[in-house]
Every structure is written in structure tokens, then in C-alpha cells.
Nanobody, 122 residues
Framework: QVQLVESGGGWVQAGGSLRLSCAAS????????MGWFRQAPGKEREFVAA????????YYVDSVKGRFTISRDNAKNTVYLQMNSLKPEDTAVYYC???????????????WGQGTQVTVSP
């Protein structure tokens, strides 16, 4: 059973940076697309970014383009989300997920982590 464990969340002031990590168990990590989603209180889960199995292709929601960078290290079974110039509206629980397609559709991802809280104060 694949497990995804996020870390790196926390509290930061607006304009600051955080780097999230998601460590995956199992030996098939490099075969899958990996994505990051987020869910703010009272809102639906929202796609943030995704990266192809090789790392050659990435996909971002418009609101984070130029501020967030997704990357992966297949040797470490880990995917990262570098978040710069954070805004209060980025406050949410961030989840990593494993998928088959480079897409923003949550239904295309079949394994999810438990999430890590990111709080950005004004």
C-alpha cells in the first residue's frame, strides 16, 4: 500500500516562503504523476500543481504561476512544492497526490496524503 506523507507546512508572514515535501513509500513512485492540491476552510479542494513522472512537464493553476515551483527527486521518492511570495489567500491544508495523468482533475489521482497546514498571515 502506497503511503504519502507531507511535511514542511507552518506559519509564515505574507511575502515569505515555505517548501513542502511529500515522501512516498513503495517502488513505483517514478512511474506516476504527482500533484499538489489545497483546501481552505469552507472551500472545495483546489488543484495547485502537478509534475510528470520524469519531471520534464509541469502544470500550475494560474493563481500560483511564477510563485510556486513543483519538483521531484525520484531517487528519494519525494515531490516538493516551493512556495514563494506567499499571500494570505494561500492559507489552506496542502495535500500531495499520486496520479496517472498530468491534470487538475482530482478524480485522476488515486492516492492522497493526510495534508499539511499552511497559514499565511497578512
Amino acid at each position: 500500500q502506497v503511503q504519502l506523507v507531507e511535511s514542511g507546512g507552518g506559519w509564515v508572514q505574507a511575502g515569505g516562503s515555505l517548501r513542502l515535501s511529500c515522501a512516498a513509500s513503495g517502488r513505483t513512485f517514478s512511474s506516476y504523476v504527482m500533484g499538489w492540491f489545497r483546501q481552505a476552510p469552507g472551500k472545495e479542494r483546489e488543484f495547485v500543481a502537478a509534475i510528470s513522472w520524469s519531471g520534464d512537464s509541469t502544470y500550475y493553476v494560474d493563481s500560483v504561476k511564477g510563485r510556486f515551483t513543483i519538483s521531484r527527486d525520484n531517487a528519494k521518492n519525494t515531490v516538493y512544492l516551493q512556495m514563494n511570495s506567499l499571500k494570505p489567500e494561500d492559507t489552506a491544508v496542502y495535500y500531495c497526490a499520486r496520479g496517472l495523468l498530468l491534470t487538475k482533475r482530482a478524480t485522476s489521482y488515486d492516492r492522497w496524503g493526510q495534508g499539511t497546514q499552511v497559514t499565511v498571515s497578512p
